[in-house]
């Protein structure tokens, strides 16, 4: 077994290069393609077999937003992937489907408030959950003729993470400019309904490219295992858990493994577009995957592992017999990890999908309170709340349960 100071101080380097050195990592923009040139070149020091996999993908400018009604001025937050705007039109509030249906929106800006927005609506192009009630918001507003939507949000720490307000619409597909606000200033503003609003907006959106990396141990076109960690982050966040952290497991597991030459192959994929509005990296793995996902023995998928605080956790999905018996052995010789309930978001879901079995690597606290913390897509995300320890601890177990399988 390697030093574990070692790994440990390898932890922190890594760390530290995809969260400091690199302030952006939204997939599209320079900062992502730094670090998946980062973590290929890391994956080859290493000895692991490469392939990058590019895709297209929008990078977008925030350059904020301004709203006045008359001489108030309100603060609005530019929704990210937006179009930009530079509108004065007559303010009409929504807080229902029935009033969206209703109409009379044409040249209008709309302030959207109350149930409707709720939570975070689901692009129109992300294929692995798009609840009917959302499709049918999103196609109204787009049929309304409005000029712009205000969104008045609270807290939706489940879909949107820890962000207050959140972005109602983050969606580089969706054809209406909207920003967003807190709930007090959505009060605020309703008071001014059939008043003329002056909304500027200085999003800007370019081309870009993405791209996933793959790194290969063991015999080519046999049965693998595919371990899993997103590479992307929000803007304006360091991802340290979401997920940073993730890949760093991976490269440990990878230093750990070095050696490895079975007849199984391992795989790791650092995914690229988690956190993106249309998941364009998990689809280009996709397709170039169809017809060999029966060769996947399973997958092992982190993503918001080594909070400082509570122990790692495990949580299992359709998992054979032998490999449920395996990984129950390993985590119970790891003091610092644990068995959890299953949970849904992340990309283990995609194997799932496709029939394949699954272990989903998380923290325990960040599990617990997924549906009120306020530490993901925010600045809080840094280095100062991972415990290295952790990981390292993390990577050893993995590389336990590869080799006794």
Request: hydrophobic letters at 35%.
């Amino acid at each position: 077994m390697k030093n574990k100071s070692n790994l440990n101080e390898k932890c922190h380097q890594w760390l530290k290069a995809l969260c400091v050195d690199l302030t952006d990592r939204t997939t599209g923009s320079q900062g992502n393609r730094n670090a998946t040139s980062f973590f290929r070149e890391q994956l080859e020091v290493l000895g692991w077999d490469t392939e990058s996999q590019g895709f297209e993908a929008v990078d977008w400018i925030n350059g904020g937003a301004t709203l006045h009604v008359g001489n108030k001025e309100f603060k609005v937050l530019v929704s990210p992937w937006s179009n930009g705007c530079s509108v004065k039109a007559v303010l009409k509030s929504a807080s229902s489907i029935s009033e969206l249906e209703a109409g009379g929106f044409r040249d209008k800006v709309i302030l959207l408030h109350g149930e409707i927005a709720g939570e975070q609506l689901m692009p129109k192009n992300f294929v692995f959950y798009n609840p009917e009630s959302h499709r049918k918001i999103i196609s109204l507003l787009e049929d309304s003729g409005a000029k712009a939507l205000i969104c008045a949000t609270g807290r939706n720490a489940a879909l949107a993470g820890g962000v207050y307000p959140f972005p109602l619409i983050e969606d580089g597909d969706f054809n209406v400019p909207s920003v967003y606000m807190t709930e007090e200033e959505g009060k605020r503003l309703r008071e001014f309904a059939g008043k003329e609003v002056i909304l500027v907006s200085r999003s800007e959106k370019f081309p870009g490219k993405g791209y996933n990396v793959t790194g290969r141990k063991g015999k080519p076109e046999t049965d693998r295992i595919v371990i899993t960690a997103h590479i992307d982050s929000k803007k304006g966040s360091p991802g340290a858990i979401d997920n940073a952290t993730g890949v760093v497991a991976l490269l440990l597991l990878a230093d750990l493994q070095k050696d490895y030459s079975d007849n199984r192959q391992i795989e790791i994929v650092a995914f690229n577009g988690e956190d993106y509005y249309s998941v364009p990296g998990q689809i280009a793995w996709i397709k170039a995957n169809q017809g060999k996902f029966e060769n996947i023995l399973f997958n092992i998928n982190i993503d918001g592992a080594g909070y400082k605080e509570g122990k790692t956790e495990f949580s299992y999905y359709d998992l054979p017999a032998q490999v449920r018996n395996i990984a129950s052995r390993v985590v119970e010789n790891h003091p610092d990890i644990t068995e959890g309930k299953p949970w849904p978001q992340g990309d283990h879901s995609i194997f799932l999908q496709y029939g394949r079995p699954a272990i989903a690597v998380s923290s325990e606290w960040f599990i617990e309170n997924i549906n009120s913390q306020d530490i993901t897509h925010t600045p809080k995300d840094n280095i100062g709340i991972v415990d290295c320890n952790k990981l390292v601890e993390l990577a050893v177990a993995l590389s336990e349960i590869i080799r006794k399988y």
